[in-house]
């Protein structure tokens, strides 16, 4: 018997039609939210699968135009691009230079797909022999001042190739005001920053490493990529690149840290981007291939957690899939 007076809330009522639970459904995704991850080579007609990162491949130009033909035709038109130059050396020269393969990848690809939204990675790891995101001292450390000079070449020269969003994620102090000076005093106004505001030292990355060949040759990120364990810094980091002029706010990786998501969309009203990491896919990809999980629903349940969390941009080598799956 129920106590009188005492209404009883029934949940259950809200649920028992799907047309009913689909109108009260609040956090959707649809393609427009997705950002496709492609990395570029030299060569021609170049496709090498990476092993721990099954359908994700290094391509030549060639290759890439002819992908986003495809994602085009998925409906996706946003990508982020990764440059993987032949030759490298202790300062990453070959991205300061317009014929680089970065360069000469996004030209090729604004030529063809003019609408297409290019992002461009903006760091020096995967350009430099030593695998750290910028110029070292003597004692092995990377030096953010004289770094900070060199992304704001890249990104000028990036901008001036046709790049839409210049993504910064070396994590040097002061590179989102150094980025945005150097962008407007040569007349790139429009160009937008999408900070990798909020990076942690994450061992998520290690299949990325492999594809992009950055790992550094020795010591790791942790003196500039942020500790994990930490919440209230995370927040200050996106907060401060907000002051600092950046455009899109993100969080990286994305699986273990829901929580940081949520703060940073509680203390700013910029647009927030998510990256769903090489590790998070390749566990993904692992479990599939073993036939562990019922993989299509444990993916689009995770797409929506990124969403439910608050973001409204989701990078992820899993956008062709999800094209296909919505
Ligand atoms: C470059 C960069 C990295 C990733 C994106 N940009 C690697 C790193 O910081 O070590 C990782 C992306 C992924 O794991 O999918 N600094």
């Not at 047309?19 to 950002?35: A, G, T």
């Not at 969403?307 to 409204?312: C, F, V």
């Not at 992820?316 to 799956?325: F, V």
């Amino acid at each position: 018997m129920m106590n009188e007076g005492v209404v009883v809330v029934r949940l259950r009522r809200l649920r028992k039609n799907e047309n009913i639970r689909n109108m009260l459904q609040e956090s959707r995704i649809q393609i427009s939210d997705f950002v496709y991850p492609l990395f570029v080579v030299e060569g021609n007609n170049v496709k090498n699968e990476i092993k721990s990162m099954p359908d994700v491949y290094q391509m030549s130009i060639d290759n890439i135009l002819q992908e986003c033909e495809n994602l085009r035709n998925l409906g996706i038109s946003h990508i982020i691009l990764f440059g993987i130059p032949a030759i490298k050396d202790s300062i990453g020269s070959s991205a300061l230079s317009d014929k680089s393969i970065i360069s000469r990848a996004v030209r090729a690809i604004k030529e063809r797909f003019n609408d297409m939204v290019v992002s461009v990675d903006l760091c020096f790891c995967e350009y430099t022999d030593h695998g750290h995101c910028g110029i070292l001292d003597s004692n092995g450390d990377v030096n953010n001042d004289k770094t900070l000079e060199i992304l704001a070449r890249q990104a000028v020269i990036l901008a001036d190739s046709g790049a839409d969003i210049i993504a910064p994620s070396a994590m040097m102090d002061g590179q989102i005001r150094a980025i945005r000076d150097s962008l407007d005093a040569n007349k790139f106004i429009n160009t937008l920053i999408m900070s990798y505001s909020t990076k942690f030292a994450s061992a998520f990355y290690g299949p990325f490493r492999d594809v992009a060949d950055s790992a550094p040759s020795f010591g790791d990120r942790k003196t500039y990529q942020q500790n994990p364990a930490n919440r209230n810094e995370a927040i200050r980091e996106s907060l401060i690149d907000e002051d600092e002029g950046a455009d899109i706010l993100m969080v990286k990786p994305v699986l273990s840290y829901l929580d940081i998501v949520r703060d940073i969309k509680e203390n700013s009203l910029l647009p927030l981007a998510v990256y769903n990491v090489s590790g998070e896919y390749a566990m993904l990809r692992a479990a599939k291939n073993a036939g562990l999980i019922d993989y299509d629903r444990t993916l689009l349940e995770m797409m929506i957690s990124f969403k439910r969390a608050g973001a409204d941009i989701i990078i992820s080598y899993h956008a062709k899939e999800i094209a296909n799956l919505i």
